[in-house]
């Protein structure tokens, strides 16, 4: 059978190899050129060198401003996402009645696009604030709140689903070791639980982390950047430049190939750090 599979590995391969070169490698590759170029197509596109990543990183490109923003997003959605679902997996993999109930309605958050929850989480946060006679478009604080506790709703559920699967691979006998050698939950949870769990903690991070730093949809449906631009994250910053100025093609572009690089490198030096306290069962 290994040698069956084998044999014909290349041929399985080659569609869904090709489809990822088509689909994703020559985009990026041409991507990368046009970040060094003026064009309107990539038929005419003029070789322009470093000034398109100068121009992105002046005061009226915004992109600083959203960077920050987009940074202190990340780290506070990070934080709080992935706290809240591992308290909610701990609860859920106890022996509750009701428990499979409880983990679908967490988890279905999740199925909803982004726009309808942007939408959604703006009629309701506006409905709480006229109380006070402010709006969610009145104060950057407002959006920034917003945008946490709307991107928490979301992934909570995703997160809790995979802090579960880990949970429920930690051996039973090295809890009951804890318990006789006398240690008590807090040290059970801190000395056993979290590091045969660091496997699901390195996935979940990581994708939180992603996810929050390329928040799209829910940051347009919810603030649209509202007010003055105080509330863009990146990734709506780029798709104005590129979609929103003319001319400005290759300077959204040179955002774009500096957006991917941020993400890379964090995720990277996020798995890597993680990585290191995994344990083996």
């Keep these: 059978m290994q040698k069956i599979l084998k044999k014909y590995f290349p041929i399985f391969v080659l569609p869904t190899f090709l489809v990822f070169l088509i689909v994703f490698i020559v985009p990026f590759i041409l991507g990368v050129g046009l970040s060094f170029t003026k064009f309107t197509t990539i038929f005419n596109a003029k070789f322009v060198g470093l000034q398109n990543y100068i121009t992105a990183f002046s005061s009226g ?15 506070v ?26 983990r679908t309605v967490f988890f279905m958050p999740n199925l909803i696009g982004g726009i309808v929850l942007g939408y959604t989480w703006q009629v309701m946060i506006d409905a709480v604030l006229l109380g006070y006679g402010k709006t969610l478009l009145a104060d950057a604080r407002y959006g920034f709140w917003g945008l946490v506790i709307l ?34 939950k807090w040290q059970t949870l801190k000395s056993i639980t979290i590091p045969m769990v660091m ?14 730093f390329k928040l799209y949809d829910q940051n ?32 959204g572009q040179a955002k774009a190939v500096i957006f991917f690089l941020i993400v ?18």
């Design 61 to 75: 490109q915004r992109f600083g401003s959203a960077f920050v923003f987009t940074v202190i997003f990340t780290i």
């Design 77 to 102: 959605c990070v934080i709080t996402i992935n706290i809240l679902a591992f308290a909610l997996a701990l609860v859920l993999t106890r022996k509750i009645k009701g428990t499979n109930l409880f």
């Design 151 to 184: 991107m928490n709703w979301q992934m909570i559920g995703y997160m809790m689903v995979i802090y579960i699967a880990g949970l429920q691979n930690v051996p039973q006998e090295l809890i009951e070791a804890a318990e006789i050698d006398g240690a008590n």
């Design 199 to 212: 496997p699901s903690i390195t996935i979940c991070t990581f994708l939180t982390l992603a996810n929050s």
């Design 220 to 251: 347009l449906a919810l603030t649209a950047g509202a007010p003055l631009y105080k509330t863009e994250m990146l990734a709506m910053n780029i798709v104005d430049t590129m979609f929103s100025r003319n001319g400005f093609e290759g300077v």
């Design 264 to 281: 890379a490198f964090i995720a990277y030096l996020q798995i890597k750090l993680t990585s290191e306290k995994e344990v083996e069962h």
